[in-house]
Protein backbone atom coordinates (compact mmCIF):
# COMPACT_ATOMS: atom_id res chain seq x y z
CA UNK A 1 0.00 0.00 0.00
CA UNK A 2 1.12 3.41 -0.88
CA UNK A 3 1.98 5.75 1.83
CA UNK A 4 0.28 9.43 1.70
CA UNK A 5 2.12 12.29 3.65
CA UNK A 6 -0.36 15.21 5.17
CA UNK A 7 0.66 17.52 7.51
CA UNK A 8 -1.96 17.22 10.67
CA UNK A 9 -2.96 19.85 13.76
CA UNK A 10 -2.64 17.62 16.48
CA UNK A 11 -3.41 20.33 19.28
CA UNK A 12 -3.63 23.74 18.98
CA UNK A 13 0.12 25.51 17.84
CA UNK A 14 0.88 21.87 16.70
CA UNK A 15 1.02 20.58 13.50
CA UNK A 16 2.93 17.70 12.31
CA UNK A 17 3.77 15.75 9.01
CA UNK A 18 1.99 12.25 9.35
CA UNK A 19 1.73 9.19 6.74
CA UNK A 20 -1.71 7.44 5.94
CA UNK A 21 -3.11 4.36 4.20
CA UNK A 22 -3.70 5.54 0.64
CA UNK A 23 -7.41 4.87 0.11
CA UNK A 24 -9.08 3.19 -2.51
CA UNK A 25 -11.75 5.51 -4.10
CA UNK A 26 -15.43 4.00 -3.24
CA UNK A 27 -18.10 3.32 -5.47
CA UNK A 28 -19.33 7.42 -5.38
CA UNK A 29 -15.65 8.75 -3.90
CA UNK A 30 -12.52 10.04 -5.90
CA UNK A 31 -8.94 10.62 -4.98
CA UNK A 32 -7.05 14.00 -6.23
CA UNK A 33 -3.81 14.31 -5.99
CA UNK A 34 -3.07 18.16 -4.99
CA UNK A 35 -0.74 20.75 -6.99
CA UNK A 36 -1.58 23.68 -5.51
CA UNK A 37 -3.26 24.51 -2.44
CA UNK A 38 -4.12 28.55 -1.19
CA UNK A 39 -2.98 28.88 2.55
CA UNK A 40 -6.13 31.05 4.06
CA UNK A 41 -6.59 33.12 7.27
CA UNK A 42 -8.80 30.38 8.97
CA UNK A 43 -6.33 28.03 8.42
CA UNK A 44 -3.95 30.21 10.58
CA UNK A 45 -7.14 30.66 13.38
CA UNK A 46 -7.17 26.38 13.16
CA UNK A 47 -3.47 25.81 13.87
CA UNK A 48 -3.64 28.78 16.87
CA UNK A 49 -6.75 26.79 18.28
CA UNK A 50 -9.50 29.12 17.44
CA UNK A 51 -12.47 27.45 15.89
CA UNK A 52 -15.15 24.85 16.40
CA UNK A 53 -13.46 21.62 15.21
CA UNK A 54 -12.48 18.44 16.27
CA UNK A 55 -8.70 17.81 16.48
CA UNK A 56 -6.63 16.13 14.44
CA UNK A 57 -7.43 17.66 11.50
CA UNK A 58 -5.62 18.24 7.67
CA UNK A 59 -6.48 21.73 7.37
CA UNK A 60 -6.18 23.07 3.47
CA UNK A 61 -9.61 24.00 2.02
CA UNK A 62 -8.06 25.96 -1.13
CA UNK A 63 -6.71 23.76 -3.95
CA UNK A 64 -6.39 22.28 -7.09
CA UNK A 65 -5.50 18.62 -8.39
CA UNK A 66 -5.31 16.10 -10.80
CA UNK A 67 -8.21 13.31 -10.26
CA UNK A 68 -6.18 10.22 -9.84
CA UNK A 69 -9.28 7.53 -9.33
CA UNK A 70 -12.80 7.72 -9.81
CA UNK A 71 -15.68 5.52 -8.00
CA UNK A 72 -18.05 4.15 -11.06
CA UNK A 73 -20.87 6.46 -9.48
CA UNK A 74 -19.04 9.33 -8.60
CA UNK A 75 -20.16 11.12 -11.71
CA UNK A 76 -24.11 10.78 -10.53
CA UNK A 77 -23.59 11.94 -6.77
CA UNK A 78 -20.99 14.74 -6.74
CA UNK A 79 -22.33 18.39 -8.55
CA UNK A 80 -19.78 18.41 -11.54
CA UNK A 81 -19.36 21.76 -13.43
CA UNK A 82 -17.84 22.28 -16.64
CA UNK A 83 -17.86 18.62 -17.18
CA UNK A 84 -20.43 15.71 -17.97
CA UNK A 85 -18.26 12.73 -15.95
CA UNK A 86 -15.22 13.05 -13.80
CA UNK A 87 -12.35 11.48 -15.31
CA UNK A 88 -9.14 10.23 -14.08
CA UNK A 89 -6.21 13.17 -15.76
CA UNK A 90 -8.84 16.14 -15.38
CA UNK A 91 -7.50 19.27 -13.13
CA UNK A 92 -10.13 20.20 -11.20
CA UNK A 93 -10.85 22.46 -8.18
CA UNK A 94 -13.19 21.19 -4.99
CA UNK A 95 -15.21 23.60 -3.37
CA UNK A 96 -14.83 23.66 0.45
CA UNK A 97 -18.28 23.04 1.07
CA UNK A 98 -20.56 20.15 0.40
CA UNK A 99 -24.08 19.65 -0.90
CA UNK A 100 -26.35 20.46 1.60
CA UNK A 101 -28.27 18.04 3.23
CA UNK A 102 -31.96 19.06 2.53
CA UNK A 103 -32.99 17.52 5.89
CA UNK A 104 -31.78 20.36 8.35
CA UNK A 105 -34.28 23.22 9.36
CA UNK A 106 -32.00 25.50 7.17
CA UNK A 107 -32.17 23.38 4.19
CA UNK A 108 -35.99 23.43 4.37
CA UNK A 109 -36.32 26.89 5.28
CA UNK A 110 -33.38 28.56 3.16
CA UNK A 111 -32.44 26.70 0.26
CA UNK A 112 -30.97 29.48 -1.34
CA UNK A 113 -27.96 29.76 1.19
CA UNK A 114 -26.93 26.23 1.39
CA UNK A 115 -23.81 27.72 3.56
CA UNK A 116 -26.28 27.95 6.81
CA UNK A 117 -26.92 24.13 6.18
CA UNK A 118 -25.67 22.23 9.69
CA UNK A 119 -24.61 19.27 8.03
CA UNK A 120 -21.79 20.35 5.73
CA UNK A 121 -18.90 18.78 5.20
CA UNK A 122 -16.23 21.50 4.51
CA UNK A 123 -12.27 19.92 3.57
CA UNK A 124 -10.08 21.37 5.70
CA UNK A 125 -11.77 21.24 8.47
CA UNK A 126 -13.47 17.92 9.02
CA UNK A 127 -11.32 15.28 11.65
CA UNK A 128 -8.95 13.08 10.16
CA UNK A 129 -9.19 10.94 13.52
CA UNK A 130 -10.84 7.66 11.10
CA UNK A 131 -10.10 6.10 7.67
CA UNK A 132 -10.14 7.59 4.74
CA UNK A 133 -8.51 10.16 6.97
CA UNK A 134 -7.68 12.84 3.86
CA UNK A 135 -10.17 15.84 3.94
CA UNK A 136 -7.75 18.03 3.93
CA UNK A 137 -5.29 19.66 1.20
CA UNK A 138 -1.79 20.07 3.54
CA UNK A 139 -1.84 16.61 2.20
CA UNK A 140 -0.38 14.73 -0.87
CA UNK A 141 -3.92 13.24 -1.95
CA UNK A 142 -7.32 14.39 -1.38
CA UNK A 143 -10.62 12.08 -0.86
CA UNK A 144 -13.61 13.71 -2.62
CA UNK A 145 -16.63 12.27 -0.85
CA UNK A 146 -20.29 11.77 -2.67
CA UNK A 147 -21.47 15.06 -1.93
CA UNK A 148 -18.37 17.03 -3.23
CA UNK A 149 -18.71 20.23 -5.56
CA UNK A 150 -16.04 19.30 -9.02
CA UNK A 151 -15.03 22.42 -11.25
CA UNK A 152 -13.18 21.68 -14.13
CA UNK A 153 -9.88 23.85 -14.73
CA UNK A 154 -10.55 26.04 -17.78
CA UNK A 155 -7.80 24.58 -20.49
CA UNK A 156 -4.65 26.84 -20.21
CA UNK A 157 -5.96 28.65 -16.86
CA UNK A 158 -2.65 28.91 -14.98
CA UNK A 159 -2.72 27.01 -11.77
CA UNK A 160 -1.47 30.58 -9.95
CA UNK A 161 -5.17 31.39 -10.89
CA UNK A 162 -7.70 28.59 -10.46
CA UNK A 163 -6.17 28.22 -6.73
CA UNK A 164 -7.57 31.82 -6.08
CA UNK A 165 -10.70 30.21 -6.79
CA UNK A 166 -12.16 30.07 -3.43
CA UNK A 167 -11.47 33.46 -1.94
CA UNK A 168 -12.18 35.04 -5.11
CA UNK A 169 -15.94 33.47 -4.40
CA UNK A 170 -15.47 34.67 -1.18
CA UNK A 171 -15.08 37.94 -1.88
CA UNK A 172 -17.59 37.71 -4.81
CA UNK A 173 -20.03 36.90 -2.06
CA UNK A 174 -19.28 39.89 0.03
CA UNK A 175 -20.03 42.39 -3.31
CA UNK A 176 -22.87 40.25 -4.14
CA UNK A 177 -24.71 41.10 -0.76
CA UNK A 178 -24.02 44.71 -1.53
CA UNK A 179 -26.38 44.39 -4.36
CA UNK A 180 -30.05 45.06 -4.82
CA UNK A 181 -31.09 42.53 -7.34
CA UNK A 182 -33.91 43.94 -9.93
CA UNK A 183 -34.09 47.58 -8.41
CA UNK A 184 -31.54 49.75 -10.53
CA UNK A 185 -33.47 53.11 -9.82
CA UNK A 186 -33.63 52.29 -6.17
CA UNK A 187 -30.36 54.05 -5.11
CA UNK A 188 -29.68 50.99 -2.76
CA UNK A 189 -26.36 49.29 -3.08
CA UNK A 190 -24.21 48.30 -5.39
CA UNK A 191 -23.92 48.50 -9.17
CA UNK A 192 -22.48 50.04 -11.99
CA UNK A 193 -21.40 53.45 -11.07
CA UNK A 194 -21.91 53.33 -7.50
CA UNK A 195 -18.87 53.53 -5.08
CA UNK A 196 -17.72 51.67 -2.39
CA UNK A 197 -15.25 51.52 0.34
CA UNK A 198 -13.28 48.60 1.44
CA UNK A 199 -11.56 48.03 5.24
CA UNK A 200 -8.64 45.81 4.60
CA UNK A 201 -6.55 44.85 1.62
CA UNK A 202 -5.76 41.43 2.25
CA UNK A 203 -6.20 38.95 -0.45
CA UNK A 204 -10.12 38.95 0.02
CA UNK A 205 -10.06 43.15 -0.08
CA UNK A 206 -8.18 42.98 -2.94
CA UNK A 207 -10.01 40.66 -4.65
CA UNK A 208 -13.24 42.20 -3.43
CA UNK A 209 -11.84 45.19 -5.27
CA UNK A 210 -11.14 43.67 -8.22
CA UNK A 211 -14.85 42.25 -8.72
CA UNK A 212 -15.95 45.81 -7.92
CA UNK A 213 -13.35 47.22 -10.97
CA UNK A 214 -14.67 43.91 -13.16
CA UNK A 215 -18.35 45.03 -12.67
CA UNK A 216 -18.31 48.71 -12.94
CA UNK A 217 -17.71 50.00 -10.21
CA UNK A 218 -17.44 54.10 -9.61
CA UNK A 219 -14.71 55.56 -6.88
CA UNK A 220 -13.08 52.68 -4.72
CA UNK A 221 -11.67 53.55 -1.87
CA UNK A 222 -9.70 51.24 0.37
CA UNK A 223 -8.03 50.89 3.59
CA UNK A 224 -5.11 49.70 5.49
CA UNK A 225 -2.77 50.30 7.56
CA UNK A 226 0.40 48.72 5.36
CA UNK A 227 1.09 50.71 2.50
CA UNK A 228 2.42 47.58 0.33
CA UNK A 229 -1.22 46.16 0.73
CA UNK A 230 -2.22 49.27 -0.53
CA UNK A 231 -0.43 49.32 -3.59
CA UNK A 232 -1.60 45.72 -4.33
CA UNK A 233 -5.33 47.10 -4.06
CA UNK A 234 -4.94 49.88 -6.52
CA UNK A 235 -3.28 47.60 -9.11
CA UNK A 236 -6.52 45.37 -8.52
CA UNK A 237 -8.94 48.71 -9.29
CA UNK A 238 -8.85 50.99 -6.00
CA UNK A 239 -8.71 54.83 -6.87
CA UNK A 240 -7.96 56.20 -3.80
CA UNK A 241 -6.03 54.20 -0.90
CA UNK A 242 -6.01 55.96 2.71
CA UNK A 243 -3.28 54.29 5.01
CA UNK A 244 -4.94 53.83 8.68
CA UNK A 245 -2.24 54.83 10.65
CA UNK A 246 -0.90 58.17 9.08
CA UNK A 247 -4.63 59.51 9.15
CA UNK A 248 -7.10 60.35 11.65
CA UNK A 249 -11.07 59.56 11.71
CA UNK A 250 -11.69 63.22 10.78
CA UNK A 251 -9.06 63.57 8.06
CA UNK A 252 -10.27 59.78 6.60
CA UNK A 253 -13.76 61.10 6.66
CA UNK A 254 -12.63 63.98 4.85
CA UNK A 255 -11.07 62.41 2.21
CA UNK A 256 -13.49 60.05 1.63
CA UNK A 257 -16.52 62.71 1.59
CA UNK A 258 -14.52 64.83 -0.98
CA UNK A 259 -14.58 61.67 -3.59
CA UNK A 260 -18.35 60.89 -2.52
CA UNK A 261 -20.51 63.61 -3.31
CA UNK A 262 -19.99 64.88 0.70
CA UNK A 263 -22.04 62.57 1.82
CA UNK A 264 -19.61 58.97 2.00
CA UNK A 265 -19.64 55.46 0.21
CA UNK A 266 -22.69 54.30 -1.53
CA UNK A 267 -21.31 50.92 0.31
CA UNK A 268 -18.91 49.85 3.10
CA UNK A 269 -17.08 46.61 2.80
CA UNK A 270 -15.22 45.31 6.09
CA UNK A 271 -12.93 43.05 4.80
CA UNK A 272 -10.04 43.63 7.87
CA UNK A 273 -11.57 41.52 10.36
CA UNK A 274 -11.01 44.24 13.19
CA UNK A 275 -13.56 45.38 15.32
CA UNK A 276 -13.28 48.84 15.25
CA UNK A 277 -12.73 48.43 11.40
CA UNK A 278 -16.62 47.56 11.40
CA UNK A 279 -17.38 50.71 14.00
CA UNK A 280 -15.95 52.97 11.10
CA UNK A 281 -17.92 51.07 8.23
CA UNK A 282 -20.96 52.63 9.92
CA UNK A 283 -19.77 55.58 10.56
CA UNK A 284 -18.43 56.69 6.74
CA UNK A 285 -21.18 54.88 4.78
CA UNK A 286 -23.70 57.19 3.48
CA UNK A 287 -27.32 57.71 4.37
CA UNK A 288 -28.94 54.92 2.67
CA UNK A 289 -26.09 52.94 2.05
CA UNK A 290 -25.24 49.34 2.98
CA UNK A 291 -22.66 47.91 4.70
CA UNK A 292 -21.16 44.03 4.41
CA UNK A 293 -19.13 42.29 7.34
CA UNK A 294 -17.19 39.95 5.61
CA UNK A 295 -13.87 40.22 7.52
CA UNK A 296 -14.77 38.51 10.44
CA UNK A 297 -14.31 34.55 10.43
CA UNK A 298 -13.24 34.85 13.64
CA UNK A 299 -14.09 36.41 16.68
CA UNK A 300 -11.62 38.65 18.13
CA UNK A 301 -13.80 40.95 19.92
CA UNK A 302 -16.71 43.73 20.43
CA UNK A 303 -16.62 47.11 19.73
CA UNK A 304 -19.03 49.59 20.57
CA UNK A 305 -21.46 50.96 17.86
CA UNK A 306 -24.49 54.00 18.35
CA UNK A 307 -27.17 52.23 17.15
CA UNK A 308 -29.06 56.02 16.50
CA UNK A 309 -26.19 56.09 13.68
CA UNK A 310 -27.44 52.34 12.20
CA UNK A 311 -31.49 54.22 12.32
CA UNK A 312 -30.63 57.91 11.57
CA UNK A 313 -28.99 56.81 8.44
CA UNK A 314 -31.66 54.07 7.18
CA UNK A 315 -28.66 51.51 6.29
CA UNK A 316 -29.03 48.41 6.03
CA UNK A 317 -26.23 46.11 7.45
CA UNK A 318 -25.39 42.71 5.78
CA UNK A 319 -23.29 39.48 7.05
CA UNK A 320 -21.31 36.99 4.56
CA UNK A 321 -20.82 33.82 5.51
CA UNK A 322 -18.84 31.27 3.17
CA UNK A 323 -20.74 30.28 -0.44
CA UNK A 324 -22.60 28.72 -2.23
CA UNK A 325 -20.47 26.10 -3.81
CA UNK A 326 -21.47 27.22 -7.45
CA UNK A 327 -19.93 31.02 -7.21
CA UNK A 328 -17.08 29.28 -8.07
CA UNK A 329 -18.40 28.62 -11.67
CA UNK A 330 -18.48 32.75 -11.58
CA UNK A 331 -15.37 33.05 -10.13
CA UNK A 332 -13.91 31.04 -13.10
CA UNK A 333 -15.63 32.95 -15.62
CA UNK A 334 -14.15 36.45 -14.21
CA UNK A 335 -10.65 34.58 -14.23
CA UNK A 336 -11.20 34.17 -18.33
CA UNK A 337 -13.11 37.75 -18.80
CA UNK A 338 -10.50 40.18 -16.72
CA UNK A 339 -6.97 41.63 -17.58
CA UNK A 340 -6.63 42.69 -13.61
CA UNK A 341 -3.56 41.21 -12.10
CA UNK A 342 -5.50 39.25 -10.14
CA UNK A 343 -2.76 36.84 -9.70
CA UNK A 344 -0.28 39.74 -8.26
CA UNK A 345 -2.39 39.02 -4.92
CA UNK A 346 0.19 35.75 -4.59
CA UNK A 347 3.66 37.21 -2.69
CA UNK A 348 5.02 33.36 -1.91
CA UNK A 349 5.43 30.08 -3.04
CA UNK A 350 6.42 27.71 -0.89
CA UNK A 351 6.96 23.69 -0.83
CA UNK A 352 4.69 20.90 0.89
CA UNK A 353 7.99 20.74 3.41
CA UNK A 354 7.46 24.28 4.70
CA UNK A 355 3.45 24.17 5.54
CA UNK A 356 4.24 24.65 8.69
CA UNK A 357 5.70 28.24 7.80
CA UNK A 358 3.37 29.18 4.99
CA UNK A 359 0.85 28.92 7.93
CA UNK A 360 2.93 30.94 10.43
CA UNK A 361 4.08 33.66 8.22
CA UNK A 362 0.49 35.14 7.00
CA UNK A 363 -0.50 38.53 8.81
CA UNK A 364 3.45 39.58 8.90
CA UNK A 365 4.00 42.60 6.79
CA UNK A 366 4.56 42.19 2.96
CA UNK A 367 2.79 38.75 3.47
CA UNK A 368 -0.63 38.63 0.84
CA UNK A 369 -1.42 35.55 -0.49
CA UNK A 370 0.57 32.29 -0.14
CA UNK A 371 0.62 29.55 -2.50
CA UNK A 372 1.87 26.23 -1.24
CA UNK A 373 3.30 23.97 -4.60
CA UNK A 374 3.74 20.16 -4.52
ZN1 LIG B 1 -10.18 30.27 2.39
ZN1 LIG C 1 -28.94 21.04 5.74
Known amino acids: MDKVK ?25 LVKVEAVGVCGSDKHLLAGRGKVNLPLIAGHEFVG ?39 YFCKHMPHRPQLCAN ?16 GAFAEYVYLHPRSWVFKVPDGMPLD ?39 GTGPIGCLAVAHMRY ?9 DFVESRLEMAKELGADVTINMSETTLEERLEIIRSHTDGVGPDVALEAA ?12 VRRGGKLVELGHYTDPG ?73
Not at 10 to 21: A, R, V, W
Not at 69 to 84: N, P, R
Not at 274 to 284: D, I, M, N, R, S
Request: with cysteine.
Open 66 to 104: RVVEVGAKASETMALIGMDKLEEGDRVIVAPASTACGKC
Open 120 to 135: RLVYGFMSCAEPPHLF
Open 6 to 30: AWVITEPEKIELQEFERPKAAEAGA
Open 273 to 284: GAPQAFQECLEV
Open 215 to 223: TGAGCIIVT
Open 302 to 374: TTEIRPFTVCNKDIDIHGAWSIPPILFKDSLTFFSKTDLPITNIITHHLGFDEVPEAIRMLGKPGVGKVIVNF
Open 161 to 199: KAVLAEPTSIALRGVERAMNPGEPFSGHGYGPGKSAIVY
